[in-house]
């Protein structure tokens, strides 16, 4: 058999590999759709603690999650992060922080987890990683922005993880004006985590 012929036959078994595992991870994503903590734990390599699962399975539309520091707070919203975009196609997801370095952390553990996925099931899962944003396959986005009204407006989002929450500036603002009717043609989902702090913000109604 000449050379171009065995190179052509070693490039169609290598995407025929490719095709069968691509379908094989459809198949692991979809079973997972309706569990992230079974997610984490086959995907991501991250088993939940109890109060860490209440937050991967809570499916309220509006979440307030209250931590104290290095609880592992970033850690169990970039799972849930992950798993919403990985198994909802087209859907946005907004990592939103105080600063555009505070919504880096949480980007940064999101790209963690997906560096250290299987190789394979990552490429399967993950079209593209940039800095700010991550492309899924399935037509899902991830984007990481400051706490500004005029870099937030004119998204439609499906979920917004609003990080240290307590801390924005002009929160009434960002909540009421800006996040709530960002979700509100798509019925989205909302979590607004943080550490405890000032009394006189939204993120402390949001935990009465």
Known sequence: MPEWAKLRKQVTELKQSRARLDQSTAKLLEKAKDDPVAFGKRFLNFSALP???KVLTDKSKRIAVRMSRQAGKTTTIAV???WYAATHPKTLSLIVAPSL???MIM???VQSFLYGMKTQERRAIVGKMQRTVIWFRNGSQMVALPCSPNLLRG?????VLADEAGFFRDDEIIFYNVLYPMLATTNGTIIASS???AT???FYQMCK
């Open 51 to 53: 109060y860490q699962e």
């Open 80 to 82: 849930r992060a992950i």
């Open 101 to 103: 370095r505070q919504s």
């Open 107 to 109: 980007m940064d553990r």
């Open 155 to 159: 998204y439609t989002a499906h979920q």
């Open 195 to 197: 550490t405890p702090w």
């Open 200 to 202: 006189k913000s939204v």
